[in-house]
């Protein structure tokens, strides 16, 4: 079983509906979650951030953090067709390991006009 | 350059060859990082570098992969005896290495280089 699952999709959605995308875990060691962003031929950029447990938002973008059930969820509002992409989640589990992210396998998006 | 740079962007090769890429990190970034992503997957860990040393090569498949980092700056990861189930996107990143959490795990990746043997 890999350390983090993520279901690969693909989802299709109509511009303008909001979008969930999830990952868990099962390494409880994990303490910075992360989200990730790929386009197509292009390498990983990072959107959102987040230390422990909690939420955070970022503009359309909302990252949720439950390490008691080791579930993190990205949600995007009022998606554009520029969002459709690969979504990564990653984790890190810091201490020794400080530059080492494990990633899920990406949830393709498709945001149609 | 503004960005990670890696060369070169495909390299096709015959099985039982030696292949180096070469990855150019972000000006001033000392912490660097190789990656592999396989078709459908999430980028695998291989290997990181704080400066001039290997952090952390626990990722490495075996020791028909290496990779060296020996000014710092630039790192190469170099493959021998190729399999076919080497090819991948080899993706490299940097960040900054300084203390605190997210310098570590805000890593800018380059375009990646497309591997297929043959």
């Known amino acids: 079983q890999k350390e983090v699952e993520q279901d690969p999709g693909p989802l299709s959605v109509p511009e303008g509906a909001i979008v969930s995308l999830n990952c868990t875990y099962s390494n409880s060691a994990f303490q910075y979650f992360m989200w990730y962003r790929q386009y197509s031929r292009k390498g990983p950029e990072l959107l959102m951030y987040t230390y422990s447990s909690g939420n955070k938002e970022d503009g359309r973008f909302t990252a949720q953090v439950d390490k008691s059930s080791k579930y993190i969820s990205l949600f995007i509002r009022d998606s554009q067709p520029s969002d459709s992409a690969t979504y990564l989640c990653?984790?890190?589990?810091?201490?020794?390991?400080?530059?080492?992210?494990?990633f899920g396998q990406g949830t393709i998006l498709t945001v149609h006009p | 350059g503004a960005g990670v740079s890696q060369t070169p962007s495909n390299k096709v090769t015959e099985k039982g060859k030696y292949v180096e890429l070469r990855c150019d990190p972000i000006?001033?970034?000392?912490?660097l990082y190789w990656y592999r992503q396989s078709l459908g997957q999430g980028p695998e860990f291989l290997i990181y570098?704080?400066?001039?040393?290997?952090?952390?090569d626990s990722g490495l498949p075996n020791d028909r992969f290496f990779a060296v980092r020996p000014e710092g700056s630039v790192s190469t990861l170099k493959i021998q005896r190729t399999e076919r189930g080497d090819s991948a996107v080899y993706l490299c990143?940097?960040?900054?290495?300084?203390?605190?959490?997210?310098?570590?795990?805000?890593?800018?990746f380059g375009p990646g280089t497309r591997l297929t043997v043959l």
């Open positions: 000006s001033g970034h000392t912490a």
């Open positions: 990653a984790m890190n589990a810091g201490g020794t390991s400080y530059g080492k992210l494990t």
């Open positions: 990143a940097s960040s900054f290495g300084t203390s605190g959490s997210l310098s570590y795990n805000e890593q800018f």
């Open positions: 570098f704080q400066g001039t040393g290997a952090a952390d």
